[in-house]
């Protein structure tokens, strides 16, 4: 059974042309699903779709089989996480206490946090690495240690998909390695992730599936090792690329650069 699965998804706003068409996919536990796509393309869109934030015009999403729209926003952030790319807060609020915010979605409201749900943010801090940072300030720490953080709540959460938007933008280069080892990893333990992203490397590298959108509609979907290919990219990005093999069986995207 598909933990997560789009039917023929449709959107538009009142009186304007569709952003998204006929899209339709299915996510299962340990699958990795990376949206490729320019900016326009709809990727966004499928995001607020997926977690109930807008209404498609004709289809529908189903978490394990059963209509979103029928799901309370609390069972939903029980199903489903949300990764965003950039999160601000307010006060100085101690990273342990960031990630134990994702106990909310198995609380009421007004409950306060037991002496359970901190072991379970510090589980979900220690699984990636990360247990030392627990007393840290959150927005003391690096933007690498704060995407690592914002995992660690969604696991906190209890959810088995995470929905992650652009999750390595602004991050330096060793810390996009990290974050998509981590995602890597985790998809090995059962967990699955859809992320966006501008990078078709990003997608070979954490591999799984590839999901390319342009102009609204489904281009290419598929293996990510088959479906980022020079064709692929040209007619997304308008740019002439190769693809090298390496030695340990990856792939590499690379542009051919009018530079001399």
Same mark, same amino acid.
């Given at each position: @059974?598909?933990?997560?699965?789009?039917? *023929?998804?449709?959107?538009? $706003?009142?009186? %304007?042309?569709? &952003?998204?068409?006929? /899209?339709?996919?299915?996510?299962?536990?340990?699958?990795?699903?990376?949206?490729?796509?320019?900016?326009?393309?709809?990727? #966004?869109?499928? &995001?607020?779709?997926?977690?109930?934030?807008? !209404?498609?015009?004709?289809?529908?999403?189903?978490?394990?089989?059963?209509?979103?729209?029928?799901?309370?926003?609390?069972?939903?952030?029980?199903? /489903?996480?949300?990764?965003? %790319?950039?999160?601000?807060? #307010?006060?100085?609020?101690?990273?342990?206490?960031?990630?134990?915010?994702?106990? @909310?979605?198995?609380?009421?409201?007004?409950?306060?946090?037991?002496?359970?749900?901190?072991?379970?943010? !510090?589980?979900?801090?220690?699984?990636?690495?990360?247990?030392?940072?627990?007393?840290?300030? $959150?927005?003391?720490?690096?933007?690498? !240690?704060?995407?690592?953080?914002?995992?660690?709540?969604?696991?906190?959460?209890?959810? *088995?998909?995470?929905? @992650?938007?652009?999750?390595?933008?602004?991050? =330096?280069?060793?810390?996009?390695?990290?974050?998509?080892?981590? &995602?890597?990893?985790?998809?090995?333990?059962?967990?699955?992730?859809?992320?966006?992203?501008?990078?078709? =490397?990003?997608?070979?590298?954490?591999?799984? =599936?590839?999901?390319?959108?342009?102009?609204?509609?489904?281009?290419?979907?598929?293996?990510?090792?088959?479906?980022?290919?020079?064709?692929?990219?040209?007619?997304?990005?308008? &740019?002439?690329?190769? @693809?090298?093999?390496?030695? *340990?069986?990856?792939?590499?995207?690379?542009?051919?650069?009018?530079?001399?």
């Amino acid at each position: @059974m598909a933990l997560l699965r789009a039917d *023929n998804l449709h959107f538009a $706003y009142q009186s %304007q042309k569709p &952003i998204l068409q006929s /899209v339709s996919f299915s996510l299962e536990e340990g699958q990795i699903l990376s949206l490729l796509g320019p900016n326009g393309s709809g990727k #966004s869109t499928l &995001i607020k779709l997926l977690l109930g934030l807008l !209404e498609p015009t004709e289809g529908g999403v189903f978490i394990d089989e059963q209509p979103l729209i029928n799901l309370s926003h609390q069972n939903i952030a029980r199903k /489903v996480a949300y990764v965003p %790319q950039v999160h601000h807060l #307010s006060f100085a609020y101690r990273v342990i206490d960031v990630v134990v915010m994702g106990r @909310m979605a198995q609380k009421n409201f007004f409950s306060p946090y037991s002496p359970a749900d901190y072991a379970f943010a !510090e589980t979900a801090l220690d699984s990636l690495g990360i247990l030392h940072l627990s007393d840290k300030i $959150y927005t003391r720490i690096s933007g690498g !240690e704060r995407q690592l953080v914002l995992i660690a709540r969604a696991l906190t959460q209890g959810a *088995n998909v995470f929905i @992650m938007d652009e999750p390595v933008s602004g991050l =330096d280069y060793g810390n996009q390695i990290r974050l998509l080892e981590s &995602i890597h990893q985790l998809a090995h333990t059962g967990y699955a992730f859809i992320q966006s992203t501008h990078f078709p =490397d990003h997608a070979l590298w954490v591999g799984g =599936d590839v999901l390319a959108l342009h102009q609204g509609k489904i281009i290419y979907q598929g293996i990510a090792q088959q479906a980022i290919n020079p064709k692929t990219i040209k007619t997304l990005y308008n &740019i002439d690329v190769e @693809m090298h093999h390496l030695e *340990n069986g990856n792939q590499v995207c690379m542009p051919r650069l009018a530079i001399h």
